[in-house]
């Protein structure tokens, strides 16, 4: 406290002194309203400034100089200035105007100067509505700094009654805007009005340029002081479908740090007595559609959590696994996927990720904030464009399914506010085709142990080449494959006959008596041919040794095959012969019945013998 | 004046990735299954290369799509 008086005292003499200096320079435009409204709802203090500059000099600015203490500066979040046109209903703002830091020369220490460039020049006589919004973090101090569970939390602002401008000011006005109704002490200047939850400073005329007259609030507060040192969200893009945000956290009470023991029996018996200061819940506001939401941390997952969907955003709340007292911290990791098609792009040749950049949870402060955004393999980075200033860096990340690596683009900023929390986007080129290296890398893959088998299994690893049992397998291999071509052989004798009945079938039912007959040549032709390829087949079994146990088989089944052969041609002459002959039906019957009972068991024999050599 | 600007989204439906995963995978499965036969019932003489590089071709690059379809519809996106 001592040390901010030093500060305010210090900055009034300079601020005297550098009046000299810059009234040379300021004389020009000179400030007729001002109205300015601090927000102290929540531990960002958010200041909106609405004001009116008119040029009474003689020449065009085209500059607007905006000073601020050096312990504000530090903490400035967030400033934007928009121009606003009309009153009521036809207000017409303009976009962000373009701010940056200038150092004058003649400036006192202890102030950072903020040039906003305006879009056009402000003629002689001409003026102008600006609107300034300022976000200040981290600026609230707790009074008294510890405090024990059952008291209530009551914080000190400390500010101006007077907005620092280098112009003169012909009227000014200043609201504080305090969280609740009550207020524990303030500085009681002249035109001080408290009423409600409002403390009225002003009207003030004629102010000259850098009147400073600081005053201080003191009130009661009890919304969640919640700072996250470190945030790292991590934004990982698949092209099958999915967006998976991970977002880790480091969260911290900032207000008054809890004195003396934490009695839980206290707090869960009157939590608004005795843990006034605490908060348990926080919200986050996660984008609609989100899916696969999980909240854990280094010990496993934390189920204290619920969500709420619709159809304009998805709420989580989750409650950390204690109380969040002043000072205390907690760590967790949260983690969502969204539809693909909600936030990826395609325009021109590129493609686009279209994200927000902060942090979904309500009301947060982030000391440093640090984005990554996982593009698939095989992207090229074009560029990135996000509204305000951040760092930039690349990395490279190796995921599922990699061979090279993922880019990673990495956007770092300190001191993030929620109003940071705008759309961004990530430009970079990307080919349908290398969305099938993944699957291909995977058949591959398969396909080499497809091939390793092949190669094991014709691969020879007997150490000795001449031991006994090793040439009886050999032997036993070949008279295994011969066996396997006399198989062959069989059955394609047995088609044949097939071949045959479905002839004689097909005669009963069209009467063409032509195509039968073609059938029955073809059918011995075919069959002369394969009793040839038999021929050498049964020559090679009977001179092997292994085959002796196969051997009276096989013969008893080329000898069956035979039979039944002979006895299927019989059937079908006589057949043949009675449509040539035009006899009746009954006659041709009772000639086949014998015949074709006969038929039917030998081929039953032979089906038995095919299967008993199979087995062996 | 400025170009259009098309959401993208997977070239496969999501809602179908479970049934193309059993599916190839069936697929796949049955012909491995076939492949395996075909090395055990045959002998070194009478085993064709050509037969064998073909089944493993074709059954390797149903698994390979199918465990492709498997691991996105159990949720990890590659």
Redesign the interface.
Known sequence: MARMRFDLTLLLLFAFGSFLFFSAVSADLVISKLDRRIDLSSHIVRATTSLKVENNGAEAISEFLLPFPEHQAKNLALLTVIIVEGKGKSKVSSESLPVRIVNPKDSPPSLVWYSITLPKELGKGGSLNLEIKVALSNILRPFPEKITQADVQLIVFQDSAQVLSPYAVHMQSLTVKLPEPKVESYTKLENTKFSGSEIKYGPYENQPPFTYTPLAVHYVSNKPFVVARELVREIEI?????V?VTESYSLVHAGAVILGEFSRLEYQAQPHLRGASAFRHLIAKLPARAH?IYYRDDIGNISTSNVWGDSSMTLLQIEPRFPMFGGWKTTFTIGY?L????F?????GE?FLNIPFGSPIDDLVIDNLTVKIVLPEGSKITSVSVPFSVKQSKQEKI???DVVGRPVVVLEKTNVVPEHSQYFQVYYKFS?LS?LQ??????????L???A??AY??ADFTISKSSPSYLAKLQW??V??TI??FEGVVNQCLIVHDKLQASLRDLSRTGDLQACKAARKTADSTLKELLKDLKPLISFLQSSPQAAQILPKVEELVAKEKELQEKIMQKHSIVVESYDKKSGIKDTENRVTALEQKIVLLRQEVDDLVDTIDEI | MAPSVKPISSPVPSEWYPSIALFMLCNGLVVTASFFIYEATSSRKNRSLTKELFTSAVASFFLGFGSLFLLLASGVYV
């Open positions: 698949s092209h099958w479908g999915n998976q696969s996927g539809p693909l098609k909600d990826l792009f395609k325009s021109g493609r995921s599922h399914l349908n969305l993944e699957p291909l890398m995977l058949v591959f893959g398969y396909f142990l497809f091939v088998c092949i299994v014709r291999d070949e295994r494959s396997q071509q």
